[in-house]
């Protein structure tokens, strides 16, 4: 019953920009920290953007900051994260998760995940 379902993912081009979105279900994530990662093919998870549920602090790792906005909709039970000016290096399968107390880009620390949703960058 709880769950975390990814959308937005897709092809475009060097530069262009995407939203994901997290939409939960069978809980609510007013409570929980929101972390969005991501993984290539052969590479560790990465930690690459997370926000606070007490006062919406936000976390970027060097490699999107700058370029990637994560942000809450409580009301609408979801989350998201706007990513511009994107790269091939961004080429990845995104995924949500959320935790209680959760910070940082430590996938130990988060509690629920999606099932990932793919982004690939490229002419």
């Known amino acids: 019953q709880v769950q975390l379902v990814e959308s937005g993912g897709g092809l475009v081009q060097p530069g262009g920009s995407l939203r994901l979105s997290c939409q939960a279900s069978g809980f609510t994530l007013d409570y929980y920290a929101i972390g969005w990662f991501r993984q290539a093919p052969g590479k560790e998870r990465e930690g690459v953007s997370c926000?606070?549920?007490?006062?919406?602090?936000?976390y970027y790792a060097d490699s999107v900051k700058g370029r990637f906005t994560i942000s809450r909709d409580n009301a609408k039970n979801t989350a998201y994260l706007e990513m511009n000016n994107l790269e091939p290096e961004d080429t990845a399968v995104y995924y949500c998760?959320?935790?209680?107390?959760?910070?940082?880009?430590?996938?130990?620390?988060?509690?629920?995940w999606g099932q990932g949703t793919q982004v690939t960058v490229s002419s």
């Open positions: 998760a959320a935790g209680i107390g959760a910070w940082g880009p430590n996938p130990i620390d988060y509690d629920y």
């Open positions: 926000i606070r549920s007490s006062d919406d602090t936000t």
